[in-house]
C-alpha cells in the first residue's frame, strides 16, 4: 500500500474538487445509475472481497460475506434516494414573491472510516455523498486498506469520472491534517474512536466545517423478567460475538433482572459452546482473531480489572491459541457479578466478553443503563408492551432494539447522542448530511 501524507492528500482533494462541477451538474438519475452500477460490481464479486476482507480483518468468511451484502445495500439505497432530494416552495408573505428552499450538494467531502467494518462504513458514507452531488476523498484506516482500494478499483470498472472518488492510504495524522486544513474541503464524515472524533471536531473549526461522527459506544443489553429467554439469548449471542465483539453497537454490559438472572447465564453460556474460534478461512468458524497487539492487550486487561474486583469468570477468559495463526484470539468469555466500577462496565472492551449483572428493577436498570458517557445502541427484551414504550422512551441512546439485537439496516438512522457522536446516517436522514439547504428569495 502506498503510504500517502499531506502532498498526496492535497492532490487528491485537488482532484476531487475538480470533479465536482460536472458530477453536481448530472442528473440525480445519472450519478444514481452510476452508483448503482458499482453495487452490482460488489455483488458479482462478492466472494472475492469477502475472502479479501478476512485475510485482511480476521473476521469469519460468512461474516466477510455478510458485510459484502450489507455495504452494497448502502449504495443500492442512495441509488435510488438520489432522485428523491426535494426541496420545498414556501408560502411567501407578499404577492409577488416566491421562496424557494433547494437542497444542494456540500461539496467535496472528507471520509474517514475504521477497520472493523472495511467496506460497509466506507460505502454507508460514500453512497449518500455521491448521490447528493459531493465528492470524496477516502480515507480507510491502516490495518484494512485493500478492502477500500478493491472498491476504489470497481468504482472505476463501473464508470465514475476520474476524480469523484479518492482514496488515500497512509499516515493518519498527515492525512487527517490535510483533509481539515484545506478550505476546499466542506465536510468530514468520520467513524472511529471518540478521542480522534473529538481532535477532528477541533481541527474542524478552522473552516467551519460540516461534520458527522459515529463514535464510540457502550450498549446495554437488558434482560426483563417477561422476556422471551429463547429471543434473549439467541439475540446476546449475535449481538456479542459478531466480529469478535469488535463492533461500536455491539452489547458491552448485560443486566437481567434477578429473577431469570441464573437462567440467563446457563443458557447465554451453554449457547457460547457452540461458538468455534479459529482461523476466518476456515469451515464453520466463528470468532476470528482480534485486530492488532494492543486490541487482545485491553480485551486481557479488562477481563483482569473485572476478576481483582470481583467478577466470576464462568466461562472463557483468556486467549485461545489457533495453530497456523498468530497469537490474537481470545475464548468468548462469559462473567458474572459485573459493578459498575469494572473498565468492562464504562469501556468499550472490544472483544468477545460479556459481562452480567442482575438488577430488581425498571427504574435501577434504566438508570444503570444510562449511566454512560455513550450513547450509541442500547437493547432490551421484555414482553410488556408498555414497557416497550417507556423504556424505549427513556433510553439515551441513537438506537434502540427491542427484542432485536440487530437493528443496523441500510433504511434506518443509524447514529448516537452523547459521546457517541453526531448526525445519522442511513436512510433519507443521511442526505441531510451531505445536502445543504439553499433559500431563494424571488421577487416577481
Ligand atoms: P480505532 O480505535 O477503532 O482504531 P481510531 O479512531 O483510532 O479508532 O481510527 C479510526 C480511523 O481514524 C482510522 O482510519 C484511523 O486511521 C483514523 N485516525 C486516527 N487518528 C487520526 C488523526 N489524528 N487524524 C485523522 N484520522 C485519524
Not at 42 to 47: E, F, N, V, Y
Not at 244 to 271: K, L, P
Not at 293 to 313: L, N, P, T, Y
Not at 342 to 351: I, K, L, N, S
Request: include cysteine; glycine fraction near 10%; hydrophobic fraction near 40%.
Amino acid at each position: 500500500m502506498p503510504k500517502c501524507g499531506e502532498s498526496e492528500t492535497r492532490d487528491a482533494i485537488g482532484a476531487a474538487s475538480d470533479a465536482w462541477g460536472a458530477w453536481r451538474a448530472k442528473t440525480a438519475a445519472e450519478r444514481g445509475s452510476l452508483i448503482a452500477g458499482l453495487a452490482g460490481l460488489m455483488r458479482r464479486d462478492t466472494d472475492r472481497l469477502a475472502e479479501l476482507m478476512t485475510l485482511e480483518q480476521g473476521k469469519p468468511l460468512a461474516e466477510a460475506r455478510g458485510e459484502i451484502a450489507y455495504a452494497l445495500s448502502f449504495l443500492d439505497w442512495s441509488a435510488e434516494e438520489a432522485k428523491r432530494v426535494y426541496g420545498d416552495v414556501v408560502p411567501a408573505s407578499a404577492p409577488d414573491k416566491r421562496i424557494l428552499a433547494l437542497r444542494q450538494p456540500v461539496g467535496v467531502t472528507a471520509i474517514i472510516t475504521p477497520w472493523n467494518f472495511p467496506s460497509a462504513m466506507i460505502t454507508r458514507k460514500l453512497g449518500p455523498a455521491l448521490a447528493a452531488g459531493c465528492t470524496a476523498v477516502v480515507k480507510p484506516a491502516e490495518d484494512t486498506p485493500l478492502s477500500a482500494i478493491a472498491i476504489g478499483e470497481l468504482a472505476v470498472e463501473a464508470g465514475f469520472p476520474p476524480g469523484v472518488i479518492n482514496i488515500v492510504t497512509g499516515d493518519p495524522r498527515a492525512i487527517g491534517g490535510a483533509m481539515l486544513d484545506d478550505e476546499r474541503v466542506r465536510k468530514i464524515s468520520f467513524t472511529g474512536s471518540t478521542p480522534v472524533g473529538r481532535l477532528l471536531m477541533e481541527q474542524a473549526s478552522k473552516h467551519l466545517l460540516r461534520l458527522s461522527l459515529e463514535l464510540g459506544g457502550h450498549a446495554p443489553f437488558i434482560v426483563f423478567e417477561d422476556a422471551d429467554m429463547d429471543r434473549a439469548v439467541e439475540s446476546a449471542v449475535a449481538c456479542k460475538f459478531r466480529n469478535a465483539g469488535q463492533t461500536c453497537i455491539c452489547a458491552n454490559r448485560f443486566y437481567v433482572h434477578e429473577s431469570v438472572h441464573d437462567r440467563f447465564v446457563e443458557r447465554f453460556g451453554a449457547a457460547m459452546e457452540g461458538l468455534k474460534v479459529g482461523n476466518g478461512m476456515g469451515e464453520g468458524v466463528n470468532i476470528g482473531p482480534l485486530i492488532n497487539d494492543a486490541g487482545i492487550e485491553k480485551v486481557e486487561e479488562h477481563v483482569a480489572d473485572a476478576v481483582s474486583k470481583g467478577a466470576k469468570v464462568v466461562r472463557g477468559g483468556r486467549r485461545a491459541s489457533v495453530e497456523g495463526c498468530v497469537d490474537r484470539f481470545f475464548q468468548p468469555t462469559l462473567i458474572t457479578g459485573m459493578t459498575p466500577d469494572m473498565r468492562v462496565a464504562t469501556d468499550e472492551t472490544f472483544g468477545p466478553v460479556a459481562p452480567v449483572a442482575a438488577f430488581s428493577s425498571e427504574e435501577e436498570v434504566v438508570r444503570l443503563a444510562n449511566d454512560s458517557e455513550y450513547g450509541l445502541a442500547a437493547y432490551f427484551f421484555t414482553d410488556n408492551a408498555s414497557r416497550v414504550m417507556r423504556v424505549s422512551e427513556t433510553l439515551e441512546y441513537g438506537i434502540v432494539g427491542v427484542n432485536d439485537g440487530g437493528p443496523s439496516t441500510a433504511q434506518a438512522p443509524f447514529g448516537g447522542v452523547k459521546h457517541s457522536g453526531l448526525g445519522r446516517e442511513g436512510g433519507k436522514y443521511a442526505m441531510d448530511e451531505y445536502t445543504e439547504l439553499k433559500y431563494v428569495s424571488w421577487r416577481l
